[in-house]
């Protein structure tokens, strides 16, 4: 069969990567080749989600706009994963080397794809020497940044979810959180609440609305309805939209406009870039 | 944001009735004419000089009728002044591929019929029909072709992914499998047997990378701050049990014990996340740390009062607290909402929707994994040993194999047949791949050389590796084969292994 296409994440090693889909290949910049031209794809888990590793002469690409990744915490757990199946050999030896000049560089793991992260505040590269069978040596690299909180794992389920807003001419709006799973946690809901109880968006009828992420993350892709909550006439309105090859920090919900004056209710499921997850959202919107 | 359905309902069906009255009432406002898109002119039909300029595609709209209830959905292709408006029956979807096509589907009890319309000529490329449920992918189209879940119509469980050529219709392939025979071509009869499902896309998730090990103890106290109240404490502890006993697989075994690093809280300051409108959360960092918070019964929220049906005194307008806290440990475990990978499963199949029913609503009061839960765990963690069955939201094949002790016996010697029955030796399958399946049925079809008259004997089984016996005493050369009919309870499909002789020496 001429189309058959195995899902490398179906092949990956059998790594614990916490809350989130399957790796975006693709969705990150690509890995470094070291001294292969066919170097394999390596990827980081941990709390800023999965992000496949750069040139190590240019760590910050690893990451969406170049902006380091956080790690939440010291001694953050981290994780490296591999596109290689898993009866191929692997030999990693990763070491962090803070950018301020101060600490000096720590051996993070040697031999293990499991490990803690730096405990050195501030910027740090956390460079990955990866060796395997049939791709040789490779080195791939992440910018990071770790804050001065304390190295405690119950400190990870205190990550936020983004706020996702909702943008218009006049104003914007954060959305009311629904079901989701956010790198670590997963939540539920019971009832949703009432449309009063939200905040409400002004804008103009037919003002296409736009909506942003405001943690630096990104996303791939949303769907969602938006519906009148008083105009009788008005069908719902389903759409969804997709770019996984290029997660974006705010987008035009174009085709989508509030039609006429009124109001409406918009729910939106976003899914999260770096397998960070997904969240539903719930909005009012008064259009005039 | 699913929930409170009853309310939306109600409001949906206010709206269309009152949308009927005032259709009915205004001059003029008979209904557009609506057609099939199947009925639409073939494009080879069409002349080039019907291609329409300013061509607007209306979004894809869903007909309510008065109890607001789906009847249908409607395209509008708005061109020079006239409308084409496209239906479809309540199972309609439709998938915008480029700026001038629309693929317009329908199911059907037993399958489904896809269009693919040329909005600028208002006409049909192609139409097809497949013999299976098909649902378009979250990413739906890909290098040249449409991308589909297929489904068997009668039990639903999920096959594997489809490729439809957007110029053809044909099918193209599959992806997340490997097909064992040539797909191509292939014109909608997708066998069975012709590929391997893919190990991603359950009806309910996992997230990447799986879980903890195999039966691993994952002990659990009560969070300081947060120590549940007498009356809670036995449901949680139940709902540990739940998870054990349920699970049918090696996952995870929770239990309670004080000096346990994992913990469990009732609490009004959850983390972060777990803030606002949450009712409960759950949190794990592989392979160290886990945690769940549930919020105390009476916690106001802006769509009402949180009550714990363990402690309400009514039996309705609750949530089940054994019922959350079994969700909190699947997602523990590694399951995540079907929602999120755009299905909506029975009560009966899943303790994973993201919107907890409340009492007395379906599902509310369920004490065990659901059957697509059970599936994924067994992917995930194996099945607990080689005679649990095989959750009936899989479909896993099968590999049987027949080998004879002699190939050649006098008249009544004595042949032991032993067939081999295992799950396929998959990656799709992840931990079920390979394994020996013990205490199945397998026949034993046998006949005389030349002959089509099989008959039929039951093999025994004997040991966990699988293995079904029969020892014969031919009277004459016969032809022999196993069969392992796929039975009904569990989610494994058909297999046959080859034919062997055995020739009986005059």
Redesign the interface.
């Known amino acids: 069969?001429?189309?058959?296409?195995?899902?490398l994440?179906?092949?990956?090693l059998?790594?614990?990567?916490?809350?989130?889909?399957?790796?975006a290949m693709g969705a990150e910049p690509s890995a470094s080749s070291g001294t292969e031209a066919t170097a394999p794809h390596v990827w980081l888990?941990g709390p800023f989600g999965?992000v496949l590793g750069a040139d190590p002469a240019a760590p910050a690409g690893a990451a969406p706009a170049g902006a380091p990744l956080d790690t939440w915490i010291r001694g953050a757990?981290l994780?490296l994963?591999t596109e290689l199946a898993s009866g191929d050999a692997l030999d990693v030896s990763v070491v962090s080397t803070p950018l301020d000049g101060h600490g000096r560089p720590e051996q993070l793991s040697v031999g293990d794809t499991?490990f803690s992260g730096p405990d050195t505040t501030g910027l740090n590269v956390i460079t990955a020497t990866v060796r395997t069978d049939p791709y040789g040596t490779s080195e791939h690299a992440w910018l990071v940044v770790v804050p001065d909180r304390e190295s405690d794992?119950?400190l990870?389920?205190?990550?936020?979810?983004p706020r996702v807003r909702l943008l218009s001419d006049a104003g914007s709006v954060d959305g009311?959180?629904?079901?989701?799973?956010?790198v670590?946690?997963?939540?539920?809901?019971?009832?949703?609440?009432?449309e009063t109880?939200l905040d409400a968006l002004p804008m103009g009828a037919g003002e296409t609305p736009s909506i942003e992420i405001d943690d630096g993350s990104a996303m791939v892709?949303w769907k969602g309805t938006l519906e009148p909550l008083h105009?009788?006439?008005i069908?719902?309105?389903?759409?969804?939209e997709?770019f996984?090859d290029a997660p974006r920090v705010t987008t035009k919900l174009t085709?989508?406009e509030p039609t006429v004056a009124g109001e409406w209710l918009l729910?939106r499921?976003v899914e999260y870039d770096r397998?960070g997850g997904?969240q539903?959202?719930?909005y009012r919107l008064i259009a005039e | 944001?699913?929930?409170?359905t009853d309310v939306r309902i109600h409001r949906i069906a206010?709206?269309?009735a009152?949308?009927s009255l005032?259709l009915a009432l205004l001059p003029g406002a008979a209904a557009a004419t609506e057609e099939s898109p199947v009925s639409l002119p073939r494009c080879g039909e069409v002349s080039q000089a019907t291609v329409h300029n300013g061509v607007v595609v209306a979004?894809?709209?869903?007909?309510?009728d008065q109890e607001g209830a789906v009847t249908g959905h409607r395209l509008t292709l708005r061109h020079d002044g006239a409308d084409t408006t496209l239906r479809t029956g309540r199972r309609g979807f439709s998938i915008s591929v480029g700026a001038d096509r629309v693929a317009i589907g329908e199911h059907r009890g037993d399958g489904t019929r896809l269009t693919m319309v040329d909005t600028r000529r208002a006409c049909r490329v192609w139409t097809r029909t497949m013999e299976r449920l098909v649902y378009p992918e979250?990413?739906?189209v890909d290098d040249g072709?449409l991308r589909f879940t297929t489904h068997d119509p009668d039990t639903r469980r999920y096959e594997g992914t489809l490729?439809v050529n957007l110029e053809t219709g044909a099918s193209?392939?599959?992806?997340?499998?490997?097909?064992i025979e040539?797909?191509?071509p292939n014109d909608g009869d997708i066998s069975l047997t012709a590929f391997e499902p893919?190990?991603?896309a359950r009806p309910t998730?996992s997230?990447?990378?799986?879980?903890?090990p195999k039966d691993k103890a994952l002990p659990f106290r009560w969070r300081s701050g947060g120590v549940p109240p007498t009356w809670a404490r036995p449901p949680m502890k139940a709902a540990a049990a739940d998870a054990r006993r349920t699970s049918a697989s090696r996952s995870p075994r929770f239990t309670y014990a004080a000096d346990a690093t994992n913990a469990v809280a009732y609490t009004g300051n959850p983390?972060?996340?777990?803030g606002?409108?949450?009712?409960?959360?759950?949190?794990?960092?592989?392979?160290?740390?886990w945690?769940i918070w549930l919020r105390p019964h009476g916690t106001d929220?802006?769509?009402?009062t949180?009550r714990w049906c363990q402690k309400a005194s009514s039996s309705g307008g609750c949530?089940d607290m054994r019922r959350?806290m079994l969700?909190?440990l699947g997602?523990i475990t590694g399951l995540?909402?079907p929602?999120?990978a755009g299905f909506t499963l029975a009560a009966s199949d899943s303790v994973m929707q993201?919107?907890?029913p409340?009492r007395p609503q379906s599902g509310s009061s369920r004490h065990a994994f659901g059957r697509c839960d059970v599936a994924t765990l067994q992917e995930l963690y194996d099945s607990t040993d080689n005679k649990t069955a095989i959750s009936t939201c899989n479909d896993v094949a099968t590999k049987l194999m027949l080998t004879i002790s002699k190939a050649a016996v006098g008249r009544g010697g004595p042949v032991k047949l032993t067939a081999q029955l295992r799950v396929a030796n998959w990656?799709?399958y992840r931990q079920l791949a390979g394994n020996p399946l013990k205490g199945r049925s397998v026949k034993l079809k046998y006949r005389r050389v030349g002959s089509d008259d099989w008959r039929i004997a039951w093999m025994k089984s004997l040991y966990s590796s699988g293995r079904y016996e029969l020892t014969i005493s031919p009277q004459a050369t016969w032809e022999f084969k196993a069969v392992f009919p796929a039975p009904s309870t569990e989610g494994l499909r058909y297999s046959r292994s080859g034919i062997v002789k055995v020739r009986v020496k005059s």
């Not at chain 2, 997230?207 to 903890?212: A, D, E, H, V």
């Open positions: 069969m001429s189309s058959v296409r195995i899902i994440s179906s092949l990956v059998s790594l614990a990567v916490p809350f989130g889909g399957t790796a888990n999965t757990p994780l994963g499991e794992p119950g990870l389920f205190d990550i936020p979810g009311e959180q629904g079901h989701g799973c956010y670590y946690m997963c939540r539920e809901v019971g009832y949703r609440p009432p109880a892709g105009d009788t006439l069908e719902p309105i389903l759409a969804e997709t996984a085709g989508r729910e499921l397998d997904w539903w959202f719930l | 944001m699913e929930g409170n206010r709206m269309a009152a949308a005032l979004p894809w709209r869903v007909v309510l979250r990413e739906r072709a490729l193209d392939g599959l992806i997340d499998g490997e097909c040539a797909c191509t893919a190990g991603v998730p997230f990447s990378g799986g879980g903890w983390p972060s996340y777990c606002g409108s949450a009712i409960a959360c759950a949190g794990r960092s592989l392979p160290t740390y945690g929220y802006a769509w009402g949180l949530f959350v969700h909190e997602h995540t909402h929602s999120t993201g919107i907890t409340m990656n799709a």
